[in-house]
């Protein structure tokens, strides 16, 4: 009857319209009401609520951000946009809550002196790796291989990966190796490709003639950020991520 009221908790512009056509009753939790009751006449735009955009916790696009300024990224928003992949609200506030935590600072709120610089690499590299750390497990394929020279094997690989157009980036004990030679050999590589499930894990794997087995020694990965696949950089054949990544999964690897 005339004095229902359809209640919701918002109603779009268009619902708005169509129920005061069809001469409804109406109200939202915005406060917005079109009703007529009898001698009762209710008309109110509403006032939406504010969603808080803010970022209150290492998120992926932060350590995304962060790897970009510790890899030398201007820390602008267009810098660290363009470093990342990432949109520009989501590199202005992983901006903003890299100031809050004091790892960054800039020397204006607005023109060519508000870029964000850092002001304590160490700090913030801390506080990055502890951050990758606490990120919850992602998928992963473990594969078989044969390969005497496990860095040799993974070129080859590369080069299979280059022919399909399919980013890929070592990282772990495999990227230090090559990084900084320090060990005399590897044994295992962990390789972050371009692949968001675990199937299109296997198919890259099927792709290559690699046997998923468990325990297996070469270890794919999907990227974990947008950074890691832009400041990739290919050292010896290899396409090395960038070291931030690199020094936080070595930790994770248990490696000193």
Same mark, same amino acid.
């Given at each position: ?26 109200? =939202? ?64 506030? #992983? +901006? ?16 060519? %002196? ?13 506080? @990055?790796? &502890?951050? !990758? ?7 992963? +394929? ?6 005497? =020279? ?6 080859? +690989?590369?080069?299979?990966? =280059? ?17 900084? *030679? @320090? ?5 295992? !590589?962990?390789? @972050?490709?371009? %692949? ?11 792709? %290559?003639?690699?046997? *998923? ?10 990227? *974990?950020?947008?950074? !890691? ?11 090395? #991520?960038?070291?931030?990544?690199? @020094?936080?999964?070595?930790?994770? &690897?248990?490696?000193?």
């Amino acid at each position: 009857g005339e004095d229902v009221v359809l209640v919701a908790r918002h109603m779009s512009p268009g619902a708005r319209k169509a129920l005061s056509e069809g001469g409804l009753n109406w109200a =939202d939790e915005s406060g917005a009401a079109e009703i007529s009751i009898g001698p009762i006449v209710i008309s109110r735009t509403g006032s939406p609520k504010k969603v808080d955009k803010t970022i209150k916790r290492w998120s992926p696009a932060v350590i995304s951000v962060a790897e970009a300024l510790l890899c030398g990224t201007h820390g602008t928003q267009s810098a660290t946009q363009a470093a990342t992949g990432l949109s520009a609200g989501s590199c202005t506030n #992983a +901006l903003h809550f890299l100031s809050e935590q004091t790892l960054v600072e800039s020397k204006a709120k607005r023109g060519p %002196a508000s870029a964000r610089y850092v002001t304590n690499p160490r700090a913030l590299l801390t506080a @990055y790796a &502890e951050a !990758v750390a606490g990120q919850p497990p992602g998928i992963e +394929l473990q594969a078989g291989v044969t390969w005497q =020279d496990m860095l040799s094997g993974m070129a080859e +690989l590369g080069r299979h990966f =280059d022919s399909g157009e399919i980013g890929w980036a070592v990282t772990g004990t495999a990227a230090a190796a090559v990084i900084a *030679p @320090y060990l005399s050999s590897v044994a295992r !590589v962990t390789v @972050y490709v371009d %692949a968001q499930s675990i199937a299109e894990l296997q198919a890259l794997a099927s792709s %290559a003639k690699l046997r *998923p087995i468990q325990d297996g020694r070469l270890m794919l990965k999907p990227f *974990p950020t947008g950074a !890691v696949q832009h400041l990739s950089n290919v050292i010896d054949g290899l396409h090395i #991520a960038p070291w931030p990544r690199v @020094y936080a999964d070595l930790l994770g &690897e248990g490696v000193r």
